[in-house]
C-alpha cells in the first residue's frame, strides 16, 4: 500500500505544465530572462563572497584606483612606545587606531628585477646584479643593491621609473606567475592538511563521501543525458538551471532575508543538498522529451511546447512532490531550530533553493528543452527531405540536386564548426570573465579568504632594529608594506599596455551615454533577429512537415468545398426568394458560377424546408447528408454500360472542353467514367485531372470495371477507402485501384545485440509467425542474437560496349588500376552526400565490359542513388576520361544483380551481408523446441549443407529463409523482388562443448532501407518506427539501415532453428497422429485452430498423409 | 447468441475442411499443436527476470510505459542454478557489508549533550552478543554486523513477500540507494557538528525530518510501519539495558536511527530482491 501523495498535487502539475508550455513557446526570451537574472545574482552573491571583488592588493600602485584599505591591511604593523627601543607588532585594527598619527610611516620595501636570457631558473626573471644602474629615488633610506627601502607618510610610489642608463622599469604584480601557482598549490595543500588534522577522521569521511556522491551525481547526468542523445547541451543546461537557483537563492538569504550563509557551511551542506535532489527528475524530463520527438513523424501536429507540456504532465509530479516536501522539512527545521543561526539560514537557503528549482525548471529549462527540440525537428526535417530527395522521392533534376548537395555539404561542415566554435568561444568567454574579473591571482585570495589565513607578517628590516635613532619621546607606527617589485620594461609589458589600453577604450567607449544606448538597442535588435529566425525556422519546419500532406490537404479542401458550393447553391435558389441575406452568401456566389458552368441537372431532390436564418452548422450537415446520397446516386453504376454511359451524362464534346479548360475535377464521376472509357482521358492522369488521388482511385475502379466488364471493383472487395494514396503516387504505384491488405503477425520480443524487438510479419502463411515466435523463444532463453554487420554496399553493375576487344580490355585494366578506381570514385561521389564508392569489379566477355559498382548508400535502399552516381560516373569516362568510344548498352548490364538469382550475389555480397548466431542451451532445446542438439545437427547437414548441394543451389543452404524475409520485407515496405538475393543464406548449426547448440545464419545480400520506396507509406513506415529504425539515422548514416538488416537476419535465424528443431522431433508423424485422434477443434481470438476434426473417415486419413508427405516433399 | 453458434460451427467446418483438403499451410503439419500457444507471457517473464538480474549494478528499468526497447544483457540468459546461487551470494555481501558499515556509523554518533559515543550501538551489541552465544563465540563480531545488515535487509522484502504487498518498481535504483546513505550521512554530519541545545531538541528534530524522508524516498506503508516497530522495539530494548534511566531524548534518538537506518536498508532489500 502506497501512501500516494503525488496526486494531490496534480492541479499545480498542471499549473506548472502551463507555465513550463509558455516558457516552450517563448525559449529565447525566457532563456533571456532567466540568465539575465542569474547574471545579476551571480555578480551579487561573489562580490558578496569575495569581498568587494578584492584584489591583490600587493599590487595595488599598479591599479589606476588604489585602495589604500586594503594596502593598509596588508601591511605589518610596528610600533615603538616613546622611550622605548622595542618594536612591537601591532594587529591590523590596533593599527588602524593609531593611523591618526603624526609618526605613522610607511616603510616601502622596493625589490628591482631583471630579464636574464641565461639564467638557470624556471623563469626568465632574475634579480638585478651589480652592474644594473638602478633609477633614483627620493625618500631613500636604505639601498642594498635591488632592495631599497623609502620611508613615506603616505604611500606613493610611481608606476614607472627612469633609471640613468635610459632603462625604464615598470611597477608588477608580485612575484612570478610560476611562483605563485606554486604557492597557491602549496597553500592549498598545507591548509587542506592543516584542515585534516584540526578535524575528526569521521567528519573528514562523511564530507569525502558527499563529495564523492556529488561526482557520481553529476557523471551520471552526462551519462543519462548522452544515452538520451544529448552529448553535452542538455547536461550543460540541468546544471546551470541548478545553478540558477543556487545563486538566485543566495542572493535572496543575503539581501532580502539577511540570513546569509557563510561559505563554510556551504561548502559542508552544498553536497548533502545536490545529491538529495540530484538529477533524475531533469534526466526523465528530457528523455521523454526527445522520447516523443523520436516517435513522431513529420506529419504528426505535435509542436515542441505541447510535448514539452505533456513531459512536465508526465513526469513533474513528482519532481514538485519531492520539492514540496524538501521545502516543508526546510521551512519546519527554520522554524524548529531558531536559535541555531547556522541551520536556520542554511534551511532558509534551501527552501529557497527548492522553491527557485522548480521555477527555473519549469521556465528555463523547458525553454532548453524546447529549444534542443526545435533545432533536433528543424535538423531531422532537413535530413529527411534531403535524403527522400536523393533517394528520387521528389523529383528534382540532377543539376539542382548535385548543387543543393554541395551547399547542404559545406552549410554543414559549417554548421558543426560554428557550433563548436560557439561552444568553445562561450567557454572561454565565461573563464576570461572570472579571470579577468579576479585576476590570475584570485585563487590565493580566495583560499585565504576560506580559510581565514592572516596576511603573512613581514619583518622589521635589520637597519631599523639596529638603528642608533635616539629614545623618541613619541609613539611611533611604521607600516611595513609588502615587497613592491620593479622590473624592467619588455615586449610583454608593451603588449600588456596594449592590451589594456584596448579594454580601457572599451570600457570607456562603452560607458559612454551615446554609446552605451546604442549597444543596447543593438543588443535588443540581435534578440529580436533571433527570435524572427527561429520563428522562420519554425516556419520552415512546419512546411515541410506539411509538404507531405499537402496535396491530400488540398484535394480534401478541394472536395469539401465543392460539395458546400454545389448544395449551397441548390439551397440558395431556394432561400434566395425568401430571404437573401445569407451568412455564406459569399461563399455560394463564388462558386455559383461553377455550378451554372457545370450546368444544373442535379440536387433538386430535396430542399430544406427551414426558413429564416441560415445556420451553417445546420446547413452543413444537411449538405453533408446530401452529398453522400449524391454520391451513392453516382456510384450506381446497375445499369449502365459503355453504350449506355452517355444517357447518364452531358455530351462527350462538352465534357472534353471542360476536361480541356482544366474543369475535369468539377465532372461528375460518371462523367469522368464516360471520358476515360471512351479514350479522351488516359487512366493515369486521373489523379492529376481530378485533383483529388482517392476520387481518381475510385473513376478508375469504375472504368476498368465497365471497360473489363466485371463488376468486382464496382464492389469493396477490393479495398480503397482510408488510405493515403498522395505518398503512392510518384513514389510507389501507378494506376492504382486500391491496396491489399495482408495480415500482420507480430514475434518478439527477440533480443539482438541487447536489445529486445517485436518485428512484424505480413504473410498469409499460417503457423509462419507461430514458428518464428517459438524460435524467439528458444534464442531469448539462450540469451539473444549476437549479430555482425561485414559488409555494407549496393552493387549497380552496367553494361558498355567498344568498338575493339583491345579497347574493352584496356578500359578493364584503366578501371582495375587504381588511378582509374580513384578518378571514378572521385565522379562517382559527388552526386551524393551519401553514396561512397566502394568497389568497381569488372568483367569482361568479349568487346562487353561489366563494369559492377559497389556503394554506401546511407540508409536508402539505394538503387536510385547508386544508378544516378554509375549515369554520371559513365558520362564522365566518356566526355573527360578519354573513352569516348565507350558505348553504354545498359545502366543495369545485370551483373549488378538485382532481383535474380546470382552467384555474384552470394559470393561477393550485396547490400548488407549479416552473420547471426546464438547459443541455445541443450535443455532449451528439449524443452521448448522439443527436440535434441544432436538431432538437430545432423539434420542441418543432411537438408541444409548435403541437400543443398545435392540440388545445386546457390545460396540456398537453409530450412525457409525466404518465408522470413518476404513476411518482414511486406510487413515493413521493402522491396519484395529483393527477396531473391536477400534470401541467401546458410545455416549452420554446431554442438558446442558444454552440448548446448550453436547455430548460425550468414546472409550476404540482404537488401534493406528505411528511407524510401515502401517506407514512406504510414503503415510501413509505422512498423520502421516501432523497430526505431525510421527514417535516416540522425548521427550515422546507415545504422538504422545496417540494424534493420540484422533484424531480417535474426528473424531468419529463428525461423530456421524453429523449423528445424520440429523437422528433427519428428512432428510430422505425432502431427499425422494428432489428426487421427480426431480431436475436437479448439481455436481462440483468431490463432489457427485446432487440426483435429470431429471425425475423420479412413479414407481422408489416408488422403491427408498422402499429402501431407507429398507437402513436405515439395 | 444462436448466430454465434452458428457461425463457430461455421469456422470449425471450414477448419476441418481446410485440412482434408490440405489448404491448410505446410508449416502447420510439421509442427506440433503446441507451436501456436508460444506467444505467451513467459517470454516476458524471462527478459524482465534477466533485466531484473541485470540491474544488480545498473539502474531501474525505465518508468516510461511507452518504450517498446527493454535493455538486457547480451549476457546467457539462461539463468543457471550456479549464477542464481552467485547473485543471490553478491547481494548478500553488499547488505553485509552496509550492516558493518552502519554498524560504524552508530559508534560516530554523538551530540554536544546526552549521545554519547557508542550509544546508538547497543541494539546492534545486543545481536552480537545474541549470535556469539549462539554460536559458542566462534564467528567473529564484524561478521555478526554482517548478519544484521542481511537481517535488515531482508525485512522488508519478507513482509512484502508475506503480505503480498505491491510496490513500484521503478522507486527503487541505485540513484535512490545512494540518496539514502547520503541522507544518513548528513543527517549524521549534523547531530554531531551542530550546537544543539539539547539531545530532546536534536531527536525530536531529527523524527520530524525522518517522516519527511519517508514519504521522499518510499511513501509506502508497510515500510513505516517497519521502520517505526523497529525503532520502537530497539528504544524499547536499550531503555531495559540502561535500566530505565534513559533520558527521553536519548530513547528518541534511537528510534530515530534505527527508522532511518532500516528506511536505507528496506530501500536496499527491495532494489535487490524486489524491483
Known amino acids: ?1114 | 447468441m444462436k448466430d454465434t453458434n452458428l457461425s463457430k460451427t461455421n469456422y470449425t467446418q471450414q477448419s476441418r475442411d481446410s485440412i482434408n483438403n490440405l489448404t491448410k499451410p505446410t508449416l502447420y503439419s510439421i509442427y506440433d499443436d503446441d507451436i501456436t500457444k508460444t506467444a505467451s507471457n513467459d517470454l516476458y517473464d524471462t527478459i524482465n527476470m534477466k533485466s531484473n538480474k541485470n540491474s544488480l549494478f545498473g539502474d531501474a528499468p525505465s518508468s516510461s510505459s511507452t518504450s517498446l526497447l527493454i535493455n538486457s544483457s547480451s549476457h546467457n540468459l539462461h539463468a543457471s542454478t550456479t549464477d542464481q546461487l552467485w547473485n543471490s551470494f553478491l547481494k548478500l555481501l553488499i547488505l553485509s557489508i552496509f550492516g558493518i558499515l552502519y554498524h560504524e556509523l552508530s559508534i560516530q554518533l554523538y551530540d554536544n549533550h546526552d549521545l554519547k559515543s557508542g550509544l546508538t550501538s547497543k541494539p546492534l551489541n545486543l545481536g552480537v552478543t545474541l549470535a556469539q552465544s549462539l554460536t559458542l563465540g566462534i564467528i567473529p563480531k564484524w561478521v555478526s554486523y554482517g548478519f544484521e545488515g542481511i537481517f535488515f535487509g531482508l525485512l522488508i522484502p519478507c513482509i512484502d513477500t508475506l503480505f503480498h504487498i505491491k510496490i513500484k518498481k521503478h522507486t527503487y535504483s541505485n540513484t535512490s540507494i545512494l540518496k539514502s546513505c547520503n541522507v544518513l550521512l548528513g543527517v549524521t554530519y549534523g547531530i554531531r557538528k551542530l550546537e544543539w541545545s539539547s539531545s530532546l531538541q536534536a531527536s525530536g528534530a531529527w523524527a520530524l525530518l525522518n517522516i519527511i524522508l519517508w514519504l521522499f524516498f518510499d511513501g509506502t506503508i508497510s515500510m513505516f510501519l517497519s521502520c517505526g516497530v523497529i525503532g520502537i522495539c530497539c528504544s524499547t530494548v536499550c531503555w531495559i539495558l540502561m535500566d530505565w534511566k534513559s533520558e527521553f531524548g536519548q530513547l528518541l534518538y534511537f528510534v530515530d536511527f534505527y527508522f532511518l537506518g532500516l528506511l536505507l536498508f528496506g530501500q536496499l532489500g527491495r532494489y535487490l530482491f524486489k524491483a
Open chain 1, 1 to 1114: 500500500m502506497n501512501l500516494n501523495l503525488v496526486e494531490f498535487i496534480s492541479p499545480l502539475t498542471t499549473l506548472c505544465a502551463h507555465s513550463a508550455k509558455f516558457s516552450a513557446r517563448y525559449p529565447i526570451h525566457v532563456i533571456l530572462v532567466s540568465l539575465l537574472f542569474f547574471a545579476a545574482t551571480y555578480l551579487s552573491v561573489i562580490q558578496y563572497y569575495f569581498d568587494g571583488w578584492k584584489l591583490d592588493s600587493t599590487s595595488i600602485f599598479a591599479s589606476p584606483l588604489p585602495d589604500l584599505d586594503f594596502f593598509f591591511d596588508d601591511c605589518t604593523h610596528y610600533c615603538r612606545k616613546p622611550y622605548s627601543n622595542i618594536w612591537n607588532v601591532l594587529e591590523t585594527e590596533d593599527a588602524r587606531s593609531m593611523i591618526s598619527l603624526p609618526n605613522h610611516y610607511y616603510l616601502l620595501n622596493l625589490q628591482f628585477k631583471t630579464n636574464s636570457k641565461d639564467s638557470k631558473s624556471l623563469n626568465s626573471i632574475s634579480f638585478a646584479n651589480d652592474t644594473t644602474t638602478f633609477p633614483e629615488l627620493n625618500g631613500l633610506i636604505f639601498d642594498s643593491n635591488d632592495h631599497k627601502y623609502l620611508l613615506q607618510q603616505e604611500p606613493n610610489i610611481p608606476f614607472e621609473l627612469i633609471s640613468s642608463d635610459g632603462k625604464k622599469w615598470r611597477l608588477v604584480d608580485n612575484g612570478v606567475h610560476f611562483f605563485e601557482l606554486q604557492h597557491l598549490a602549496l597553500s592549498l595543500y598545507n591548509n587542506f592538511i592543516s584542515r585534516i588534522q584540526s578535524s575528526k577522521s569521521f567528519d573528514i569521511f562523511i564530507i569525502g563521501s558527499a563529495y564523492m556522491m556529488v561526482v557520481f551525481t553529476v557523471y551520471k547526468l552526462f551519462r543519462e543525458m548522452n544515452k538520451i542523445g544529448s552529448k553535452f547541451s542538455l547536461s550543460l543546461a540541468t546544471m546551470t538551471n541548478s545553478a540558477c537557483a543556487l545563486f538566485l537563492a543566495l542572493y535572496s538569504t543575503q539581501y532580502i532575508t539577511k540570513t546569509p550563509v557563510s561559505a563554510l557551511s556551504l561548502i559542508e551542506g552544498l553536497p548533502f543538498l545536490v545529491v538529495t535532489f540530484g538529477f533524475k527528475h531533469q534526466v526523465n524530463m528530457a528523455r521523454y522529451t526527445l522520447g516523443q520527438f523520436k516517435r513522431i513523424g513529420l506529419s504528426k501536429k505535435s509542436t515542441p511546447e505541447r510535448i514539452v507540456f505533456d513531459a512536465i504532465k508526465a513526469e513533474g509530479s513528482s519532481f514538485i512532490y519531492e520539492h514540496l516536501l524538501s521545502i516543508v522539512a526546510f521551512v519546519g527545521c527554520t522554524l524548529y531550530a531558531s536559535h541555531l543561526e547556522a541551520l536556520k539560514n542554511f534551511c532558509i537557503l534551501c527552501s529557497f533553493i527548492a522553491t527557485y528549482e522548480v521555477l527555473f525548471t519549469m521556465t528555463l529549462y523547458s525553454a532548453v528543452l524546447s529549444l534542443k527540440l526545435e533545432i533536433d525537428i528543424i535538423h531531422r526535417s532537413t535530413v529527411i527531405k534531403q535524403a527522400l530527395e536523393e533517394d528520387g522521392i521528389i523529383p528534382m533534376t540532377a543539376d539542382l540536386v548535385f548543387g543543393a548537395e554541395n551547399t547542404s555539404k559545406n552549410s554543414k561542415l559549417k554548421s558543426n564548426f560554428a557550433v563548436y566554435f560557439i561552444k568553445g568561444a562561450l567557454t572561454i568567454l565565461f573563464l576570461g570573465i572570472n579571470l579577468y574579473n579576479f585576476g590570475l591571482r584570485w585563487a590565493s585570495q580566495t583560499v585565504n579568504f576560506f580559510y581565514n589565513n592572516p596576511s603573512p607578517v613581514i619583518s622589521l628590516p635589520e637597519f631599523i632594529q639596529t638603528s642608533s635613532i635616539s629614545i623618541l619621546d613619541e609613539t611611533v607606527l611604521i607600516s611595513v608594506t609588502p615587497v613592491q617589485y620593479y622590473q624592467q620594461l619588455n615586449m610583454y609589458h608593451m603588449v600588456e599596455d596594449g592590451l589594456i589600453l584596448l579594454l580601457r577604450y572599451f570600457s570607456i567607449a562603452i560607458s559612454d551615454r551615446l554609446v552605451s544606448k546604442v549597444l543596447i538597442f543593438l543588443l535588443i535588435i540581435s534578440l529580436a533577429t533571433n527570435i524572427s529566425l527561429l520563428n522562420a525556422t519554425r516556419i520552415h519546419t512546419k512546411y515541410t512537415a506539411a509538404e507531405l500532406n499537402k496535396k491530400k490537404t488540398d484535394s480534401n479542401n478541394f472536395k469539401s468545398l465543392k460539395s458546400n458550393s454545389s448544395n449551397l447553391s441548390s439551397e440558395e435558389s431556394e432561400e434566395d426568394t425568401n430571404n437573401s441575406t445569407s451568412n455564406n452568401s459569399s461563399i455560394s456566389n463564388s462558386t455559383k458560377a461553377t455550378d451554372n458552368k457545370i450546368g444544373s441537372t442535379k440536387q433538386k431532390k430535396k430542399n430544406t424546408k427551414k426558413s429564416g436564418n441560415n445556420n451553417i452548422n445546420k446547413s452543413d450537415k444537411k449538405l453533408e447528408t446530401k452529398s453522400i446520397t449524391d454520391d451513392e446516386a453516382d456510384d450506381d453504376y446497375s445499369e449502365v454500360t459503355i453504350d449506355n454511359l452517355e444517357t447518364y451524362t452531358r455530351p462527350l464534346t462538352e465534357l472534353q472542353e471542360l476536361m480541356k479548360s482544366g474543369e475535369a475535377h468539377t465532372l461528375k464521376n460518371k462523367e469522368v467514367v464516360s471520358l476515360v472509357v471512351k479514350g479522351k482521358m488516359p487512366l493515369y492522369a486521373l489523379e492529376k485531372q481530378l485533383k483529388d488521388s482517392t476520387r481518381a482511385v475510385k473513376v478508375r475502379r469504375q472504368a476498368i470495371s465497365l471497360l473489363s466488364d466485371s463488376s468486382v471493383l464496382l464492389s469493396e472487395r477490393l479495398p480503397y477507402k482510408y488510405y493515403d494514396y498522395d505518398r503512392v503516387l510518384g513514389a510507389c504505384c501507378e494506376n492504382v485501384i486500391g491496396y491489399m491488405p495482408i495480415p500482420v503477425g507480430i514475434i518478439g520480443p527477440l533480443i539482438i545485440d541487447d536489445i529486445s524487438y517485436h518485428i512484424p510479419m505480413a504473410t498469409t502463411e499460417g503457423c509462419l509467425v507461430a514458428s518464428a515466435m517459438r524460435g524467439c523463444k528458444a534464442i531469448n532463453a539462450g540469451g539473444g542474437v549476437t549479430s555482425v554487420l561485414t559488409k555494407d554496399g549496393m552493387t549497380r553493375g552496367p553494361c558498355v560496349r567498344f568498338p575493339s576487344l583491345k579497347r574493352a580490355g584496356a578500359c578493364k585494366l584503366w578501371l582495375d588500376s587504381e588511378e582509374g578506381q580513384n578518378k571514378v570514385k572521385k565522379e562517382f561521389n559527388s552526386t551524393s552526400r551519401f553514396a561512397r564508392l566502394q568497389h568497381i569489379q569488372t568483367a569482361l566477355a568479349g568487346n562487353l565490359l561489366f563494369i559492377r559498382f559497389r556503394t554506401t548508400t546511407g540508409d536508402a535502399m539505394g538503387m536510385n542513388m547508386i544508378s544516378k552516381g554509375v549515369e554520371f560516373s559513365l558520362k564522365k569516362m566518356i566526355d573527360e576520361f578519354g573513352w569516348d568510344d565507350m558505348e553504354v548498352i545498359s545502366v543495369s548490364g545485370n551483373y549488378c544483380t538485382d532481383k535474380k538469382p546470382a552467384a555474384i550475389n552470394w559470393i561477393e555480397g550485396r547490400g548488407k551481408s549479416i552473420v547471426a548466431e546464438s547459443i541455445i542451451p541443450k535443455d532449451v532445446v528439449e524443452k521448448v523446441l522439443k527436440s535434441n542438439v544432436k538431432a538437430l545437427v545432423e539434420l542441418n547437414v543432411s537438408k541444409n549443407l548435403v541437400g543443398s548441394a545435392m540440388a545445386g543451389s546457390v545460396g540456398g543452404f537453409n530450412a525457409h529463409a525466404a518465408n522470413l524475409v518476404t513476411a518482414v520485407f511486406l510487413a515493413l515496405g521493402q522491396d519484395p523482388a529483393q527477396n531473391i538475393e536477400s534470401s541467401n543464406c546458410i545455416t549452420l548449426m554446431n554442438e558446442t562443448l558444454e552440448g548446448d547448440l550453436n547455430i548460425s545464419v550468414s546472409m550476404p545480400s540482404i537488401e534493406v532501407g528505411t528511407l524510401g520506396g515502401g517506407t514512406i507509406l504510414e503503415p510501413q513506415g509505422s512498423m520502421l518506427d516501432m523497430l526505431g529504425v525510421r527514417g535516416p539515422h540522425p548521427t550515422n548514416p546507415g545504422a538504422n539501415a545496417g540494424q534493420l538488416a540484422k533484424i531480417v537476419a535474426s528473424v531468419v535465424l529463428a525461423g530456421e532453428l524453429s523449423l528445424c528443431s520440429a523437422l528433427a522431433a519428428g512432428h510430422l508423424v505425432q502431427s499425422h497422429m494428432t489428426h487421427n485422434r480426431a480431436k475436437p477443434a479448439t481455436a481462440a481470438n483468431g490463432s489457427a485452430p485446432a487440426p483435429a476434426p470431429a471425425a475423420i473417415n479412413n479414407e481422408e486419413l489416408t488422403r491427408l498423409k498422402e499429402g501431407s508427405v507429398t507437402c513436405i516433399k515439395s
